[in-house]
Each structure stands twice: as structure tokens, then as C-alpha cells.
């Protein structure tokens, strides 16, 4: 069926939308006329009878447990129920922005948090667009929130103190951060089936976007340290906290906080990953390899995001003599 569109009338300089036959004026401001439309559209009557946000979100939310990964239905569940509580029994065309921004205002989120959120609910509406279930999303003008920038470093002398301060099972898995390069998440799902001698194998349904088996290679310390704890653990997860629970993100990132406060810099899990990825740029290995490596599939993440090397003027420069036959010409004067 067609979708109707707003349109401009000239003689009196006003917005409409011809909806069941008749015009309906949605006012002078473009912005404004467009804020009507969506919320008329979002509104309009639907063979499936989805007329409250709270139907919208459960019948997504039934779309994503049988679809995506459980880690995926927890976390939207998560904030969907939070969203409910915020707009009890809210009708689709009555919802604005304005609503999930005071939402999100008043949760006291970090901007990456924020932004994951708002991904959420976005997510949501514009799948119910796809199915037919609602005619268009009353959300169009939420801003998604930039995610918090991840640029921190830990030097050689930082990692010595982290090293000495974590224990036990914290320091097995930030070791094996540290040695890799993996991601965090790619760290907690690790099992003795995986190794495969010097790398190991994560399934495509373990990996990050479920298209391509992950290859993490080992370094010998990381390949010591996984042959000991595929010894004792050959079931199951082989990183584990103190109880003997697989690490979830929660817990990990809550015992790093816990360590940075003994710490006299910021620390969290993920910068041990720019750390590798920024030292494997200053000791020469090239994108390409490195994307490899890293679990990437082109070098476009690692020319966008790690631009750490900024930071490290002596790198720039010894490259630039490089870069201009500075060096040849040194050794050959």
C-alpha cells in the first residue's frame, strides 16, 4: 500500500498529508509539520493492533531472542523494561523524543551507554516499520549519542603495576588481553575446543557480526597460559572469576574499576587492546596484517580509530625520515 507523504501548499504556505480521503494540516514549520506526520503515521490503525510502545518493544523483543545471540535479547530486554517503566502503557503515535531523551537524562548513563540504549529503541521502531506493524517511527529525530572515546594507552610501566596488583584469575585474563590483542568479550567465550595449538578458532556464531570464524594467534606466553587452563577447565569457559563463573562484561569492567582505584591512572579492559594494536603500529607491522590479526576484515577500523600514533611524535618522526630516504641517505653519508 502506498505510503502517504506530507506535501506543500503554496497559498497558504502550510504543510499537509492527505490521510482517509481528507487533508490534515500539519502546520507552517517544516520541522514541526514533519514531527506531526511521523506521529500521525506511527498511529494509524494496523491489521496487527499495535497501538502501545510496550507491544511494539515485546514483539521485537520475541524477534531478537529467537534471532540474535542471548547476550543481545538480555541487554535490549534490559533497557526495554526500563523504557516501560518511564512511558507506562504509552500509545505509539503519543510517544516523542522528548520522552526517551528525559528517559535517558534521568539514568545517569555514560554517552556510550546512552548511545547503545537509543540503538535499542531505534532498532525496535524501525523493525516494526519493516514488518508493517506500524506505518513509521515516531523517533526520526532521536540523536544517537556519540559513543565515549576509548583513547587510553597503557604504557610498559603502567602494565608492570597491573600486572603486579591483579590476581588470580584477573590477571590470567588481562595477561592474555595484554599478549593477543583480542577483544574482551572474545576472551570470556573462550573454550578448550577452540585451541587449535598455537591459535584458536572462534565459530561464526561466537564471533563479532556472525559472519566469519574469529583466528585469535597465540603468543607462547598466551599459548603457556591457555594450555594450563585447558587442563584444568576441559569444559566450559576457561577464563573464570573467583567463584568459578565465567566473566561476564559487568563483572570484568567492575573488577577493573575496583583496580584502577589503587591505580594512579585510568584502566579498563579494552584499552589493553588500542595498547596492542597502537605498539604493533610503532614496531612496523602493516595495516593489512594487523587488521588481520586483530579480527578485522579491512583496514578501515584500524585507520579510523587507532590514531594513538598521534601521540607518539618520535614514531611520526623517525617515520617521515623514513618515509623521505632520510635514513638510506644517513648510513650512506
Not at 13 to 27: A, I, K, M, N, Y
Not at 67 to 90: E, W
Request: one cysteine or more; a positive charge; aromatic letters at 8%.
Amino acid at each position: 500500500m502506498r505510503v502517504p507523504k506530507p506535501w506543500f501548499r503554496k497559498s497558504t504556505r502550510s504543510w499537509f498529508v492527505q490521510l482517509d480521503g481528507r487533508q490534515v494540516p500539519l502546520g507552517r514549520d517544516k520541522q514541526e509539520a514533519r514531527r506531526k506526520y511521523h506521529a500521525l503515521m506511527a498511529g494509524r490503525h494496523n491489521g496487527h493492533g499495535i497501538r502501545r510502545v510496550d507491544e511494539l518493544l515485546d514483539e521485537y523483543l520475541e524477534h531478537v531472542q529467537r534471532n540474535q545471540k542471548p547476550g543481545t535479547y538480555r541487554l535490549y530486554k534490559h533497557y526495554y523494561t526500563s523504557l516501560n517503566s518511564a512511558v507506562p502503557n504509552k500509545r505509539i503515535h503519543d510517544l516523542r523524543p522528548h520522552d526517551v531523551q528525559r528517559w535517558l537524562d534521568g539514568k545517569g548513563w555514560n554517552t556510550t551507554t546512552r548511545k547503545i540504549a537509543v540503538k535499542a529503541i531505534k532498532a525496535a521502531f524501525n523493525w516494526g516499520v519493516r514488518q508493517g506493524l506500524i506505518s513509521s517511527s515516531p523517533l526520526v529525530g532521536l540523536r544517537t549519542p556519540p559513543a565515549l572515546t576509548r583513547d587510553v594507552l597503557v604504557t610498559p610501566e603502567q602494565w608492570k603495576i597491573i600486572a603486579g596488583k591483579a590476581k588470580g584469575e584477573l590477571r590470567d585474563i588481562l595477561v592474555f588481553l595484554r599478549e593477543t590483542g583480542c577483544r574482551p568479550h572474545e576472551a570470556r567465550i573462550i573454550e578448550a575446543a577452540h585451541v587449535r595449538g598455537d591459535h584458536m578458532i572462534l565459530p561464526k556464531v561466537d564471533s563479532k557480526g556472525l559472519k566469519y570464524n574469529r583466528v585469535i594467534w597465540l603468543t607462547p606466553a598466551a599459548e603457556s597460559l591457555i594450555r594450563r587452563l585447558a587442563a584444568e577447565r576441559p569444559e566450559g569457559k576457561l577464563f573464570r572469576n573467583k567463584w568459578g563463573k565465567p566473566w561476564s562484561t559487568g563483572r570484568l569492567n567492575e573488577r577493573c574499576q575496583g583496580l584502577s582505584k589503587s591505580l594512579a591512572f585510568h584502566f579498563f579492559p579494552y584499552a589493553l587492546r588500542h595498547t596492542w594494536i597502537t605498539e604493533a603500529l610503532e614496531r612496523g607491522v602493516d595495516p593489512v596484517t594487523l587488521a588481520i590479526l586483530a579480527g578485522h576484515r579491512d583496514t578501515t577500523m584500524i585507520c579510523r580509530v587507532y590514531q594513538h600514533l598521534a601521540r607518539v611524535p618520535g614514531h611520526l618522526k623517525a617515520s617521515l625520515i623514513k618515509a623521505t630516504g632520510g635514513e638510506a641517505a644517513a648510513k650512506a653519508g
